[in-house]
């Protein structure tokens, strides 16, 4: 079975620039959850999806937004990037709320 | 407001001996406490979880012991290898399903 599949694996962007990141859950879970990872940090919660709707938002200001599919995937989008939007950023998917979320490898953002 | 504490920062820990780190959360609200270990270049993986039901949680060389009176919960690692070297985080997930983590530890295991 595939785990949680997230792209691109790296991806370098210039200041003020707009980025797109996207993450297949496994299959058949309808909970995806979006995570930054500043190096040598936790993961700080962005966002999470149930069922197509946004059930959370985590302390990020608006240039960060986020959408889930029919199909139950998601994009993360963030706009005017700065240089401390610099980090790994981690998709998470569970099948409800109730289960333990699996993550995927993650996407190593890097803005210069 | 970091809402779980995590320590040590870093551990350094003899092949076979037990590796013990320490969480401690705010939160009475918190519904699930999982521990995640992480690779270099990998995300997170779901080590063990354990609700606030219960006291201690063992899988394999594993094992959970939460304190809720304390508001404080351990990860022990039991005859600790090579292969354990990683960075450990505690979590705590919200009612509104927020995972809210740990600094992390990062363990090393000396051969």
């Known amino acids: 079975d595939a785990g949680v599949t997230q792209s691109p694996t790296h991806l370098i962007k210039t200041r003020g620039q707009h980025v797109t990141l996207r993450c297949s859950p496994i299959s058949g879970h309808k909970s995806v959850s979006w995570y930054q990872q500043v190096l040598g940090q936790g993961p700080q919660f962005i966002f999470q999806?149930?069922?197509?709707?946004?059930?959370g938002r985590g302390n990020f200001p608006d240039r960060f937004s986020a959408r889930q599919f029919p199909n139950y995937s998601s994009e993360l989008n963030v706009n005017a990037l700065l240089l401390g939007d610099s980090a790994l950023y981690l998709c998470a998917s569970s099948l409800d709320r109730l289960g333990g979320y699996t993550f995927g490898s993650g996407t190593r953002l890097t803005v210069v | 407001q970091q809402q779980v504490k995590q320590s040590p920062q870093s551990l350094i820990v003899q092949k076979g001996g037990i590796s013990i780190i320490n969480c401690a959360y705010e939160n009475t609200a918190f519904d699930y406490f999982p521990w995640y270990q992480q690779f270099p270049g990998k995300g997170p993986a779901l080590l063990i979880a354990i609700r606030p039901d219960v006291s201690e949680k063992k899988e394999g060389r594993f094992t959970i012991s939460f304190n809720k009176s304390a508001k404080q919960f351990s990860l022990h690692i039991m005859d600790s290898q090579p292969g354990d070297s990683a960075t450990y985080f505690c979590?705590?997930?919200?009612?509104?399903?927020?995972?809210?983590f740990g600094k992390g530890t990062r363990l090393h295991i000396l051969p």
């Open positions: 979590a705590a997930r919200s009612r509104d399903d927020k995972i809210i």
């Open positions: 999806y149930y069922e197509k709707e946004e059930r």
